[in-house]
């Protein structure tokens, strides 16, 4: 079975770091690409960063600096290590896997999302 | 780099067929394919349409998605009232980077 399970998240102050995971599982994290992709509260989707099979990595302007995406392919799991964090980062963030064939569904897997808040 | 260009929402009455519509540029509709996505309040978007008009295993052919020029469409046919949701187009900008549009909230009437 695909899943994309995340961890990491919740309240965290204006100025500090935090850092997001993403186990996957009946794909390989190294394959093709993965994004991540963020969703203010009441808003719209974000593209955030993505991260290429072959370690190529591109951010979007609001983040470019302060976040980095990262993965372990020997836990296949990716990362997105966020810094310098402001308020406007408040959001529920996603990883999402391109779309892929497994054992014949194509699809495109995301995980359950994981919400960051900042505040102080 | 600006967002893409999605109307604000949709309506349509049960059976009808809706488009939503999604404007971009050169250097992301006009270069590469588009995505889209139906969200649920409180759950993660789902696939819908990928590289234009290729459909995700499991979604059906009421589901259909166009291009032409900076701008593509999402067409569905057959509209239930399951249908009402938000949809979001997506493409890839030649910079290498992502982008989607505003969304679409979609209400049958």
């Known amino acids: 079975e695909v899943q994309l399970v995340q961890s990491g998240g919740g309240l965290v102050q204006p100025g500090g770091s935090q850092r997001l995971s993403c186990a996957a599982s009946?794909?390989?994290?190294?394959?093709?690409?993965m994004t991540w992709v963020r969703q203010a509260p009441g808003k719209g989707l974000e593209w955030v960063s993505v991260?290429?099979?072959?370690?190529?990595?591109y951010y979007a302007d609001s983040v470019k600096g302060r976040f980095t995406v990262s993965r372990d392919i020997s836990k296949n799991t990716l990362y997105l290590q966020m810094s310098s964090l402001r308020v406007d980062d408040t959001a529920v963030y996603y990883c999402a896997s391109p779309p892929i064939s497994v054992d014949g569904v194509i699809d495109e897997y995301w995980g359950q999302g994981t919400l960051v808040t900042v505040s102080s | 780099h600006s967002a893409l260009t999605q109307p604000p929402s949709a309506s349509g009455t049960p059976g009808q067929r809706v488009t939503i519509s999604c404007s971009g540029s050169?250097?992301?509709?006009?270069?590469?394919?588009v995505n889209w996505y139906q969200q649920l309040p409180g759950t993660a978007p789902k696939l819908l349409i990928y590289?234009?008009?290729q459909r995700p295993s499991g979604v059906p052919d009421r589901f259909s998605g166009s291009k032409s020029g900076t701008s593509a469409s999402l067409a569905i046919s057959g509209l239930r009232s399951e249908d009402e949701a938000e949809y979001y187009c997506?493409?890839?900008?030649?910079?290498?980077?992502?982008?989607f549009g505003g969304g679409t909230k979609l209400t049958v009437l």
């Open positions: 997506a493409a890839w900008d030649d910079s290498l980077i992502g982008l």
């Open positions: 590289g234009g008009n």
């Open positions: 991260i290429y099979y072959d370690g190529r990595t």
């Open positions: 009946g794909f390989n994290v190294s394959f093709n690409y």
């Open positions: 050169s250097s992301n509709i006009g270069s590469h394919g």
